[in-house]
């Protein structure tokens, strides 16, 4: 593709608006087309960025480098939007049982992970501060982790839009499958315009039109909550217990979250389980001292992809179209460096790397 050709990028979530602004910083021009919805995954995204995370406690893949990217990225927007978007912050979790005890254990062998770590409580009774046992109940201690943060996507995405509608680089609508055309020796045509390329950064949805129905989406439906926790006004890290966090939103405002539905009725995306939402009451009851108000439920669907931490490439049969998709969880870390590795190959040439290419993990 030539750098004077548009790119048509399909919807505005993390995925999409990190597009955008990497198209920007070469100089290519671009439209980008959202439907505008008032909630979707990107949306309500708690967009934490975490170094340590999951059951196993493994190192998040390509931590450092994807995080000091991140962070540069998300401060270049910032200068240009004239808002903060990222935090910086550290982050608590504790250990669910002995068994998390041991495997943390083993996981600090790693001198990577290990230098992550700020402190730890063993459980054995050792005063270490970890946290105010007035605010949260700590069974079988934990650990401090720095390096970490989150981004305010709500903040991130709405700035953006407005920088580019300015600049005429926004467009609400909708981009149906069917109705974008690859004309060979013309290039993409959808609605009367011709572009240079398409790329479709739609989540979840994906699976619903012709393009890329046949990726093996798993996606789950998640719901994240608005609440007030006076009591913990002061406290300014993620908290994270037995499958639910806490991050704290100043002046005791706080989010909790989240649920996961990796079975749900695509008809109501928007709705989530009672049972679940009833079982992660449960968790954050359990944590947090004196318990919490609730406030707003917002549930959407998170893009996943079976096998993939993401996706990125162009379709096996057409050159012109594009697909970066199945951020996951991990969005607000991973995005800023797929997108300048998607737009490297696409603008470059350079070869993607297997284990994010579409076109290898059909």
């Given at each position: 593709m030539r750098a004077e050709e548009r790119v048509l990028i399909v919807g505005q979530g993390l995925a999409g608006t990190a597009l955008a602004w990497r198209l920007w910083e070469r100089g290519v021009p671009f439209v980008v087309v959202d439907r505008d919805e008032a909630v979707t995954c990107s949306k309500i995204a708690a967009g934490l960025v975490t170094p340590i995370t999951g059951m196993r406690l493994n190192l998040n893949w390509r931590f450092e480098s994807q995080r000091d990217e991140a962070v540069a990225f998300y401060e270049g927007v910032e200068q240009r939007v004239g808002e903060r978007v990222y935090f910086p912050l550290k982050q608590v979790r504790l250990f669910r049982d002995e068994a998390a005890r041991a495997l943390f254990r083993r996981r600090m062998e790693d001198p990577v992970l290990a230098r992550q770590v700020v402190r730890v409580d063993w459980g054995d009774g050792a005063d270490v501060g970890l946290l105010d046992e007035r605010q949260f109940c700590v069974r079988h201690g934990g650990f401090e982790q720095s390096g970490g943060g989150y981004l305010d996507a709500e903040v991130y995405l709405r700035a953006s839009r407005r920088f580019f509608e300015e600049r005429g680089c926004w467009r609400m609508g909708e981009v149906r499958g069917d109705a974008v055309v690859d004309e060979v020796g013309v290039g993409v045509r959808w609605e009367g315009e011709v572009f240079g390329a398409v790329i479709f950064c739609q989540g979840w949805e994906a699976v619903r039109h012709p393009w890329f129905d046949w990726v093996p989406f798993q996606s789950a439906r998640g719901s994240i909550i608005q609440a007030r926790a006076s009591q913990l006004a002061g406290e300014e890290r993620v908290v994270n217990s037995s499958g639910c966090w806490v991050l704290p939103r100043g002046d005791g405002e706080v989010?909790?979250?989240?649920?996961?539905?990796?079975?749900?009725?695509?008809?109501?995306?928007h709705e989530g389980s009672p049972e679940k939402l009833a079982r992660l009451r449960e968790r954050v009851d359990g944590l947090v001292v004196g318990g919490v108000e609730w406030l707003q439920v917002q549930t959407a669907v998170?893009?996943?992809?079976?096998?993939?931490?993401l996706l990125v490439g162009r379709h096996p049969a057409h050159e012109r179209v594009g697909f970066f998709n199945g951020l996951g969880s991990k969005g607000a870390l991973r995005a800023p460096w797929a997108a300048r590795h998607l737009?490297?190959?696409?603008m470059d040439g350079k070869e993607l790397e297997v284990e994010v290419d579409l076109r290898h993990n059909l």
């Open positions: 989010r909790l979250g989240p649920t996961y539905e990796p079975e749900f009725d695509a008809r109501f995306p998170r893009p996943i992809v079976k096998r993939a931490k737009v490297e190959h696409w």
